[in-house]
Nanobody, 120 residues
Framework: QVQLVESGGGLVQAGGSLRLSCAASGTIRSINAMGWYRQAPGKQRELVATISSDGSTNYADFVKGRFAISRDNAKKTVFLQMNSLKPEDTAVYYC??????????????WGQGTQVTVSS
């Protein structure tokens, strides 16, 4: 079973920065895609950014130029550097990883979520 543990959320003023981390544990053969999603109160979960195994990235339009996703394959960790935060970025942020786990079976795992609150 692959488990993801997130850290780095918190309260920050508008214009500030936060860095989220998400580390995977368990029997992992390979990790293909890693990503961050968020869910604000009363809204559906939405994609923030993804990074593939070759390092190519994809960002939602609302974070382009402000957020940066990166990964450390050796540590099985994905990061989200968030700069120029806005009150509308307030949400629970979830990490997601997909790859091959125990018994060479595909996995699609989610973290427990970390709260990010941006005050105006």
């Amino acid at each position: 079973q692959v488990q993801l543990v997130e850290s780095g959320g918190g309260l920050v003023q508008a214009g500030g920065s936060l860095r989220l981390s998400c580390a995977a544990s368990g029997t992992i053969r390979s990790i293909n895609a890693m990503g961050w999603y968020r869910q604000a109160p009363g809204k559906q979960r939405e994609l923030v950014a993804t990074i593939s195994s070759d390092g190519s990235t994809n960002y939602a339009d609302f974070v382009k130029g402000r957020f940066a996703i990166s990964r450390d394959n050796a540590k099985k960790t994905v990061f989200l550097q968030m700069n120029s935060l806005k009150p509308e970025d307030t949400a629970v942020y979830y990490c997601n990883m997909r790859g091959v786990g125990p018994l060479w079976r595909a996995f699609d795992s989610w973290g427990q979520g970390t709260q990010v609150t941006v005050s105006s």
